[in-house]
């Protein structure tokens, strides 16, 4: 038996139910945020992923253009003497 003035076991339980109930909803709409944050971030991850690539690409480029601009250079030079060869 609870002394006087404190509160009874079926108060406890009510109060408790009252705040599960309460409470419950809530939690559920975390998870829910929380499982559309995770999505949210995977997306922004993999677009992060593209992107570093993307960098990847372009840091590489001007190299990939000066080889071919050398490359184009030596096939001008070598037309140019067949062209000379030709005409001499």
């Known amino acids: 038996m609870p002394e006087e003035g404190e509160?009874?076991?079926?108060?406890?339980?009510?109060?408790?139910?009252?705040?599960?109930?309460?409470?419950?909803?809530?939690?559920?709409?975390v998870k829910a945020d929380t499982s559309f944050l995770r999505a949210d971030l995977q997306k922004m991850s993999d677009k992060m992923s593209t992107a570093e690539s993307d960098i990847k690409i372009?840091?590489?480029a001007?190299?990939?253009?000066?080889?071919?601009?050398?490359?184009?250079?030596?096939?001008?030079?070598?037309?140019a003497a067949r062209l000379e060869y030709q005409e001499g």
């Open 7 to 29: 509160p009874s076991l079926k108060a406890i339980m009510a109060v408790i139910s009252d705040l599960k109930s309460t409470l419950e909803p809530k939690l559920d709409a």
């Open 58 to 60: 372009l840091q590489t």
């Open 62 to 79: 001007p190299k990939k253009l000066e080889d071919q601009v050398q490359c184009l250079t030596k096939q001008t030079g070598v037309l």
